[in-house]
């Protein structure tokens, strides 16, 4: 029943912008708190950043620090992710998923594919 669809990646240049949106159903999205995640290629999925029900309080690895930022609209059952100032590094599948850092999740959505290449 729990449906993440995330879309809004692509290819995008070193310095540039794009903005993730989560589309989420099954669940009351205006009670959850929800995270972004990244899966680099050879490497194990990783937290990126997280927000509280009510949309206060936000929280980013400190690799997205000063560049991502995390939103919610409860209206829509929609997650965003607003990436600024792109690197080589940020290249990866993001994921959103229910729950703070650190919580246990079974389901994953497919991810959209980020790639940050000239």
């Known amino acids: 029943q729990v449906q993440l669809v995330e879309s809004g990646g692509g290819l995008v240049q070193p310095g540039g912008s794009l903005r993730l949106s989560c589309a989420t159903s099954g669940f009351t999205f205006r009670a959850a708190a929800m995270s972004w995640y990244r899966r680099a290629p050879g490497k194990e999925r990783e937290w990126v950043a997280d927000i509280t029900s009510s949309g206060i309080s936000p929280n980013y690895a400190d690799s997205a620090k000063g560049r991502f930022t995390i939103s919610r609209d409860n209206a829509k059952n929609t997650l965003y992710l607003q990436m600024n100032s792109l690197n080589s590094e940020d290249t990866a599948v993001y994921y959103c998923?229910?729950?703070?850092?650190?919580?246990?999740?079974?389901?994953w959505g497919q991810g959209t594919q980020v790639t940050v290449s000239t």
């Open positions: 998923n229910r729950g703070s850092h650190g919580s246990s999740n079974i389901y």
